[in-house]
């Protein structure tokens, strides 16, 4: 059974509720009871009579979508498109899915930039990032070793969750207890358990006594070690029936159990399906996934806050960087990254399992596919994993071809945690002399050989997030018309340091470091003074002049010229060389700073030349008055 099947096949819909408003067909009979077969079947036929309503078309495309034939299904999602406003973003993410299984890449590429302005910014980079690393077969696992388990059944068996030394999963599997489940023609879901070591599972799996026991749905659990409890997803019910809203719908609660067998609901709503929970011991949020109103897409995911599991917020959609135009279940948390699955159309098939880094509380990076392996052209989904010495152990299911039922466990271990290591930044552009944030401002980055892994522009406020595969050397550049340029590099340990925070980038504005001087236009330093008939190059004056090589540096094409001055004792001839002298000392320190030579115009000592008072030959002048005339500029010739 397909995990999107399953999503919807969970909620119960009672017969002919869904067809009450309006006059039906037997393709519209067909659909809405999902045997999609026998509805293209009758649309192909009532088509031939006359023109299919718009929801009729666009049901038939869903129809074609369910069996795989993805080629019709792109065709009339495509003309839904252009001429009705109909189809949802669940559906659109279905165009995009068939566009990718039915021709190629760059179509679907070209397609989607056509509908750039309307989509999501997370949305694009998400897809661009993994269209990239996965037609560049970066993320093939060579040390990768996956194993179907022997528990698995002809049924539909998935949802592994961790339990002391045993696994607990949800299976379809007959049981006395339970009715035949008429969607799906297999038994109501139940939680069973089975103990497992090194090489995966050991012995047979008997149903887990520490839940309630329900004549209907029980499934996907989760354990937390923290409050000893367990989180599990089950159908509504009132008394021993199931319970049914005004549309007659079947929804699934989420509930929760201590080990002592006090049950509750955590999450409940007619009308609303709760799936997949899981509980961060440490921050003490319950994540799960939903088809609420405000979703991206069909399912999203989302978190509410918890004390000690009594809930204390309203849920909080995990937002467009997370969340898309299709479906995303089975979050789960594991050092320092969301894994989750979705089957969003730039994956490798239906539900693929991505990978986010939580860069911050509530900031996530770009889900990354976990390639193929774990991935498969079939559905992927419920990753748990544990790193136990050095290496990592985990579980998944899928509906992969050689499979045992519906759905089967996976187990798998590595090295290496699954996906690819990236490197992810977020931070702010600002103006220095405003502290604003500074709009539009390119950012690069460049690889050790100058390669540009990423190019991108900050937003309104200035803000930018990116990410790019892991490389252990990265250039940052930054830059905007009038502002300064910004490079710096980072290595090793200072990449995975600069990630844990905010990076703010600051540009200065070339006005900002200059000042008039003389009828010119200078460099802004603090007066400075050579030692009395010496040219060297003394603390006090590289102090001042590592500015101008910050300034160079800023606005690599800024040309200056260098002019020194003494005052008017002595002899002219001595001040005049004397004054050449500290001029070039000035240029062969700004070389040595890396400054080039051609940003230096000219170095000139004028001696005496030019005293800016009175104190010429012969004018008795107090020091100080002398001192004035004792003065270097950096003038700025050229931007």
């Known amino acids: 059974m397909k995990v999107k099947e399953l999503i919807f096949l969970l909620i119960v819909v009672l017969p002919g509720i869904l067809l009450s408003q309006g006059k039906s067909s037997k393709g519209d009979n067909y659909f809405y009871g999902y045997q999609y077969e026998k509805a293209i079947e009758e649309y192909k036929k009532e088509e031939r009579k006359g023109p299919l309503t718009n929801r009729q078309v666009l049901n038939l495309a869903d129809s074609y979508f369910k069996v795989g034939s993805y080629g019709n299904a792109a065709e009339l999602y495509q003309e839904i498109n252009k001429n009705d406003t109909i189809m949802n973003v669940h559906q659109f993410n279905q165009l995009l899915q068939s566009l990718s299984k039915s021709s190629s890449k760059d179509r679907v590429k070209t397609f989607l930039h056509s509908k750039s302005p309307l989509l999501a910014n997370e949305l694009m980079d998400n897809a661009e990032f993994n269209f990239e690393i996965l037609e560049d077969g970066v993320m093939e696992a060579n040390d990768l070793n996956i194993e179907n388990l022997t528990i698995n059944s002809p049924q539909t068996d998935f949802s592994p969750a961790f339990y002391k030394n045993k696994i607990l999963f949800s299976?379809?599997?007959?049981?006395?207890?339970?009715?035949?489940?008429?969607?799906?023609?297999?038994?109501?879901l139940d939680i069973y358990e089975v103990t497992i070591n090194e090489t995966g599972a050991a012995g047979n799996p008997s149903v887990f006594n520490k839940i309630p026991s329900s004549k209907f749905h029980k499934s996907t659990p989760f354990y937390s070690k923290k409050s000893e409890s367990f989180f599990y997803i089950l159908s509504n019910t009132q008394g021993n029936e199931m319970a049914f809203d005004e549309e007659g719908k079947n929804a699934l609660a989420l509930g929760t159990v201590s080990n002592s067998g006090q049950f509750r609901f955590l999450l409940k709503n007619l009308s609303t399906s709760f799936y997949y929970p899981f509980y961060d011991d440490e921050t003490d949020r319950l994540y799960f996934a939903a088809n609420f109103d405000d979703s991206y897409g069909g399912t999203d995911l989302y978190y509410v806050s918890t004390n000690s599991g009594q809930i204390m917020s309203a849920p909080v959609n995990l937002g467009p960087r997370i969340n898309s135009p299709g479906n995303e279940i089975a979050p789960y948390l594991f050092n320092g990254s969301l894994y989750f699955s979705s089957d969003v159309f730039y994956g490798l098939g239906g539900m693929d399992i991505y990978k986010s880094r939580i860069q911050d509380r509530d900031v996530y990076g770009i889900p990354v596919n976990l390639g193929n392996g774990i991935n498969s052209k079939e559905d992927d989904f419920g990753l748990i994993i544990k790193q136990e010495n050095e290496e990592y152990t985990g579980f998944f299911a899928s509906n992969r071809k050689g499979g045992k039922g519906k759905d089967d466990i996976y187990s798998f271990q590595m090295n290496n945690p699954p996906g690819l290591k990236t490197f992810a930044l977020r931070g702010r552009v600002v103006d220095v002399s405003s502290n604003l944030g500074i709009a539009k401002a390119q950012i690069k980055l460049l690889s050790d050989n100058g390669d540009l892994l990423k190019e991108l522009y900050t937003n309104d406020d200035g803000n930018f997030t990116v990410e790019v595969p892991w490389v252990n050397q990265i250039t940052i550049q930054s830059g905007k018309g009038e502002f300064s340029e910004y490079s710096k590099n980072y290595t090793g340990k200072e990449l995975?340091?600069?990630?844990?925070?905010?990076?703010?980038?600051?540009?200065?504005?070339?006005?900002?470091?200059?000042?008039?001087?003389?009828?010119?236009?200078?460099?802004?330093?603090?007066?400075?003074?050579?030692?009395?008939?010496?040219?060297?190059?003394?603390?006090?004056?590289?102090?001042e002049l590592d500015k101008v090589v910050e300034a160079v540096k800023s606005f690599p094409d800024l040309k200056i010229r260098i002019e020194t001055h003494t005052d008017s004792r002595g002899y002219a001839s001595t001040n005049k060389k004397l004054s050449q002298q500290r001029s070039d000392a000035i240029k062969n320190y700004l070389l040595s700073k890396n400054v080039p030579e051609e940003n230096i115009i000219e170095s000139v000592g004028y001696g005496e030349e030019k005293i800016t008072n009175n104190c010429t030959d012969g004018v008795y002048c107090l020091n100080f008055l002398h001192k004035q005339n004792e003065r270097t500029l950096i003038e700025v010739v050229s931007e």
């Open 496 to 543: 995975e340091e600069i990630q844990k925070q905010s990076y703010n980038i600051e540009l200065l504005k070339l006005v900002d470091l200059l000042t008039e001087a003389e009828g010119k236009n200078v460099i802004k330093l603090k007066k400075f003074f050579f030692a009395k008939n010496k040219s060297d190059i003394n603390p006090e004056v590289s102090t």
């Open 171 to 188: 299976s379809s599997r007959p049981l006395d207890s339970k009715a035949v489940y008429a969607p799906s023609g297999e038994s109501y």
